[in-house]
């Protein structure tokens, strides 16, 4: 039970955008549409981002989208902004019915 | 409003056991796949368990199988994490969360309870 593979650390001005990746195998990843992202600022609990790959919960902004191509899925926040710097998490189903978590990727807002 | 309360973290030695409970409210709990995911200070979120919504069927990490158990009262509308055999190593902040729809996408978290491992 590997964690999935995230950058430890994306950094972009405001306005910008930026992309977040997260690896894993055929057995999580690549094998079902069942990415999901997570931001986690500090002290606080984690809050779903994105579900199912590439869609957004109730409330969150359009500025969040996702993305998956073969074992990699991906986040991208367009239009960065203060309060986006924050610990990026993904996760996703997997074969074994567990739920592994990526590394985490910090973002931080220039 | 849905909300998850964990509570029974402290302090324990190694070797020791505890058992953590979720309560939750706001929403029909019996419908619903429950995890446990935890957080070491400093570090990266670790999943930890998970458990269908009417107890039948339970997963682990291989880092706590055969040490912890989850289960669950859907009458008292309550998660529970019991650990055994605790390492150094299970210190960490424990968050119940519930699943949207059993594919592992977590729409709500509880505030976390703290776990210290230590003699």
């Known amino acids: 039970q590997s964690a999935l593979t995230q950058p430890a650390s994306v950094s972009g001005s405001p306005g910008q955008s930026i992309t977040i990746s997260c690896t894993g195998t055929s057995s999580d990843v690549g094998g079902y549409n069942y990415v999901s992202w997570y931001q986690q600022h500090p002290g606080k609990a984690p809050k779903l981002m994105i579900y199912?790959?590439?869609n957004r919960p109730s409330g969150v902004s359009n500025r969040f989208s996702g993305s998956k191509s073969g074992n990699t899925a991906s986040l991208t926040i367009s239009g960065l902004q203060a309060e986006d710097e924050a610990d990026y998490y993904c996760s996703s189903y997997t074969s074994s019915s567990t739920l592994p978590f990526g590394t985490g990727t910090k973002v931080t807002v220039l | 409003e849905v909300q998850l309360v964990e509570s029974g973290g402290g302090l324990v030695q190694p070797g020791g056991s505890l058992r953590l409970s979720c309560a939750a409210s706001?929403?029909?709990?019996?419908?619903?796949?429950m995890h446990w995911v935890r957080q070491a200070p400093g570090k990266g979120l670790v999943w930890v368990s998970r458990?269908?919504?009417?107890?039948?069927?339970?997963s682990y990490a291989d880092s706590v199988k055969g040490r912890f158990t989850i289960s669950r009262d859907n009458a008292k509308n309550t998660l529970y994490l019991q650990m055994n055999s605790l390492r150094a190593e299970d210190t960490a902040v424990y968050y119940c969360?519930?699943?949207?729809?059993?594919?592992?996408?977590?729409?709500?978290w509880g505030q976390g309870t703290l776990v210290t491992v230590s003699s």
């Open positions: 458990i269908n919504s009417d107890g039948s069927s339970t």
């Open positions: 969360a519930r699943d949207r729809r059993g594919y592992g996408d977590l729409g709500y």
């Open positions: 706001g929403f029909t709990f019996s419908s619903y796949w």
């Open positions: 199912e790959v590439s």
